[in-house]
């Protein structure tokens, strides 16, 4: 049994890598005593973190007493100390350093996109499985409480045959010339990588496939809305990526999934990102955070007449999942997830190639749009790499 894990964590000082891996992840596990494991002992876990900027990345180590941090990324991966490498980078940077992760023998977790290019993305899956690494890539919507709940209604059989789902996310990301953007500059950038298709779209997949089945075909419009925005020196720029996508999935088994994604929208919904779904037997709408169903028996008889204000109140008959358990940080479960994995050297189902699915729909999103078409998908698994 592992004495202890030390993972190397590139990024920490990032907006995400900060939030969400560190402070709300693995500085929460590190406190608990360590990974619990089904016998009930702990692994305890170290970490090192690395970033470019020596006083920043030292300030961050400094305030959450953590004693190892460096500037060096090979000089870290060098450390037999620290079995686990993650990476919260921007994605130019990925796969070269997944590449000196797996050369060095660690096991890798990674943000995603893995990689700029689906080619590139699944070379980086076959590296991994020739070389025996133990892989894993954020997935962390499907850890969300709504999401978890929404699961648990389909394995109960509570739709019947689902026909269709219908998403919405986005919010209205200022401009940026009298109110500061909530989002980075290099996000509106399309040399820079940014573009809401190539942030979104992996998302969409693992939801997609992981809940509701195979993407079979993809069609995309994707827009650029505002043209002009003002970055964090207020200084004005061209926007050359998209901030709008919208998009329709058809899925092998013949689900219809339609997917809104905007930063250029005002939110009139409850959560910033709502899934309806809807099935012969029920509905249901859900978020980040709530579930709300409607059961075949309390679904209205609307009757269309345009002449008279609707006599019936729609939410009404909308009944809330209630919370049956307490639900824990969505990037937490999943460090644990992927920590056991490593530590009782099992199977890890998010792994490199769902990573390369998710950068294909993204790719083939950009090119449906480009194109004006329908692009049909053909599935990718183990048998590809």
Do not use: C
């Not at 202890?4 to 969400?20: D, F, H, P, T």
């Not at 959450?64 to 919260?88: N, P, R, S």
């Not at 307490?326 to 460090?335: L, M, P, R, S």
């Amino acid at each position: 049994m592992t004495e202890s894990l030390g993972i190397i964590v590139n990024g920490a000082s990032g907006r995400m890598g900060y939030r969400q891996h560190l402070v709300r992840s693995l500085l929460p596990i590190r406190d608990e005593g360590g990974i619990l494991l089904p016998d009930g002992t702990r692994v305890p876990i170290r970490l090192k973190l690395v970033g470019r900027n020596a006083a920043k990345i030292s300030e961050v180590a400094e305030r959450h007493g953590i004693d190892d941090w460096t500037t060096d990324l090979d000089e870290a991966l060098a450390d037999d100390d620290f079995q686990i490498y993650f990476d919260g980078l921007i994605t130019q940077l990925r796969a070269e350093n997944l590449r000196k992760a797996m050369k060095a023998g660690k096991a890798i977790y990674t943000e995603k996109p893995t990689a700029e290019s689906f080619e590139d993305a699944l070379a980086l899956a076959r590296e991994a499985k020739e070389a025996g690494v133990k892989a894993g890539v954020v997935h962390d919507k499907l850890y969300l409480p709504g999401l978890r709940k929404l699961k648990d209604l389909i394995d109960s059989g509570f739709f019947g045959d689902i026909l269709s789902v219908r998403g919405e996310f986005g919010y209205w990301v200022f401009e940026g010339d009298w109110v500061p953007s909530q989002r980075p500059s290099w996000n509106y950038r399309t040399e820079d990588g940014g573009g809401i298709v190539t942030d979104m779209y992996p998302h969409w997949n693992y939801v997609i496939e992981e809940l509701f089945g195979r993407i079979a075909s993809v069609q995309t419009t994707i827009a650029t809305h505002i043209p002009k925005r003002w970055d964090e020196q207020g200084e004005e720029y061209t926007a050359t990526a998209e901030d709008a996508a919208y998009g329709l999935f058809v899925l092998e088994n013949g689900v219809i999934v339609s997917l809104n994604s905007s930063w250029d929208v005002r939110v009139h919904r409850d959560e910033l990102v709502e899934f309806q779904i809807d099935g012969t037997k029920g509905s249901a709408v859900v978020g980040l955070h709530k579930a709300r169903i409607q059961p075949r028996e309390l679904t209205p008889k609307p009757v269309w007449n345009p002449d008279i204000p609707d006599p019936i109140n729609h939410r009404d008959f909308w009944l809330e999942v209630p919370e049956r358990e307490v639900y824990d940080n969505g990037f937490k479960v999943q460090w644990e997830e992927f920590l056991r994995a490593v530590v009782l050297d099992e199977p890890y189902p998010y792994d490199l190639l769902s990573g390369a699915r998710g950068v294909r729909l993204a790719e083939v999103g950009l090119q449906a749009a480009a194109d004006g078409r329908r692009i049909d998908l053909e599935p990718l698994t183990e048998a590809d790499l």
